[in-house]
């Protein structure tokens, strides 16, 4: 996919305004494949893991084990839904924020009157207008081009009236486009 989507990319450069979605599609192929290559392919990739997800699954054990509340943050719904699926199978409750949420001041609610230790929030949905003093925890699972917008993001749990450190982790997969992102 990498020398594929290089090859295309450099060969789209030339015409950058007529091509300039190709060019992002490209990209953005790079970019899911750092998260799941069964985003891009599952059929293909059956057989292969999404290592950020079962180092995120990791953390979040250690995290949910120790009674600590986290906010995870990626801007690909489908690898939320990857998130989503992998902590219901293991019984870990949690809520979930996207653009197409309707109830959004409910769930804002029940995070902070609840021991709901896990909230998962698309990156757009959450990262503005979002006070959550209840997590200690925040989890960026993929890197935006906008560092001020992640930033937005951790500061939903940094914010005045929280009591406790916030440990943030940005999850960078080695040698793939999010490093260069980066």
Known sequence: YLQRARQRVLGLLGDFDKNRFAILKAITTLRQLSLDPKLIDA?????????KLDRLL?????VVSE????LI???FK???TKIRQALDDRGIPYLYLDGATKQ???LLKEFKTTDVPLFLISL???GFGLNLTEADYCFLI???WNPAVEQQAIDRAHRIGQTKPVMVYRLIAKGTIEEKVM
């Open 73 to 75: 943050f990626s801007q």
């Open 142 to 144: 993929d890197p935006w």
């Open 43 to 51: 059929e293909k990739y059956k057989n292969v893991s999404s290592t």
């Open 67 to 70: 009674g600590h509340r986290a």
């Open 124 to 126: 757009k949905s959450g």
């Open 78 to 80: 489908s690898f939320l």
């Open 104 to 106: 959004r001041g409910e």
């Open 58 to 62: 990791e953390q979040l054990d250690e």
